[in-house]
């Protein structure tokens, strides 16, 4: 079974640009997480959507949004980007939500902003 | 609100040495515990996890033990290779489910 695929792997962009990440789960997944990984915050929680729906979001500002697919693909979107959005950008998938369910990553999309 | 702490690193080792990571957590509730690993330029591997108290995860040689007294999951490995060398993270899941709380994260360096 496939794992978790993240498009693009990397990207470079200026600041006051935007930028739209993308994210295929496992194939029978249905719930999608999102995390930025910063050398010095470390692991962030963004956003997590099941069924098309938002559950659950992170503490970022309003310029970070996503959303979920019917096929429960994801994307994320950041507007106005800034130099601190600089970062690995990791997806994560699970077959339903649940504190016990286990979330398979695939391998983030590092965005470099200049 | 819910929070976990991981020793700090770099913990280098050598060859066949014996590994321990701690872990401690702040959480409402029983959640559920994770560790996963980060080799460079790659995502997040599941190590192993813990769903409830005394539960005991393993994989790979690697194990952690779900201590509700003491609010741990220490992770460890009775005789480490170069190969496990990479970072290691400590996760709890919170109740609602879907969200991750990670610790700082140890990078671990094996030596030959």
């Known amino acids: 079974k496939a794992g978790v695929t993240q498009t693009p792997r990397y990207l470079i962009k200026t600041r006051g640009q935007q930028v739209t990440l993308s994210c295929s789960p496992i194939?029978?997944?249905?719930?999608v997480s999102w995390y930025q990984q910063t050398p010095g915050q470390g692991l962030q929680f963004l956003f997590e959507?099941?069924?098309?729906?938002?559950?659950n979001k992170g503490n970022f500002p309003g310029r970070f949004s996503g959303r979920q697919f019917s096929n429960s693909r994801s994307e994320m979107n950041v507007s106005t980007l800034e130099l601190g959005d600089s970062a690995l950008y990791l997806c994560?998938?699970?077959?339903?939500?649940?504190?016990?369910?286990?979330?398979?990553f695939g391998p983030g999309t590092r965005l470099l902003v200049l | 609100g819910d929070s976990v702490t991981q020793m700090e690193g770099p913990v280098t080792l050598s060859e066949e040495a014996f590994l321990t990571i701690n872990c401690t957590y702040t959480a409402t509730g029983y959640p559920s515990l994770f560790w996963y690993v980060q080799y460079p330029g790659e995502g997040l591997q599941l190590l192993l996890k813990a769903t409830k108290a005394d539960d005991k995860g393993s994989n790979k040689g690697f194990e952690a033990t779900y201590r509700k007294e003491t609010t741990s999951f220490h992770l460890e490995k009775g005789s480490v290779q170069v190969s496990d060398s990479a970072v290691y993270f400590c996760a709890l899941s919170d109740l609602q489910g879907g969200k991750l709380i990670f610790g700082q994260g140890t990078e671990l360096s094996v030596k030959p």
């Open positions: 994560a998938s699970s077959s339903q939500p649940g504190p016990q369910e286990t979330q398979y």
């Open positions: 959507y099941f069924s098309e729906t938002q559950r």
């Open positions: 194939s029978g997944h249905r719930s």
